[in-house]
Nanobody, 121 residues
């Protein structure tokens, strides 16, 4: 029900834009988040946006470089100034509880399949 896309191979300092398309759910009812998981590491929070786009949250490691946004049918993650340490599988997720964004992955109800981002040095 969530389809993430837009990953790929990019050199350090480059940019990528990830997309997360939703189907089978009333997208506007959900806060949306992006998480990532690097090899051998736990899944970690990257960014989240509220139901109405009024509130966004970012991990400290991506503040000022990544921007989360959404429209009526999809969520996006614009990633600029990419670093090798940003290499990971990126997942989008939907949270139906309150509409406010959260960093806690336990509260997300639906997950996309992940898209691989590789940043070369």
């Amino acid at each position: 029900q969530l389809q993430a896309s837009g990953g790929g191979l990019v050199q350090a300092g480059g940019s990528l834009r990830l997309s997360c398309a939703a189907s089978g759910l009333t997208f506007s009812n959900y806060a949306m988040g992006w998480f990532r998981q690097a090899p051998g590491k736990e899944r970690e929070f990257v960014a989240a946006v509220s139901r109405g786009s009024s509130t966004t949250l970012y991990a400290d490691s991506v503040k000022g470089r990544f921007t989360i946004s959404r429209n009526n049918a999809a969520a996006f993650l614009q990633m600029n100034s990419l670093r090798p340490e940003d290499t990971a599988v990126y997942y989008c997720a939907a949270d139906r509880r309150t509409g406010s964004p959260t960093t806690d992955l336990r509260y997300y109800d639906y997950w996309g399949q992940g898209t691989l981002v590789t940043v070369s040095s």
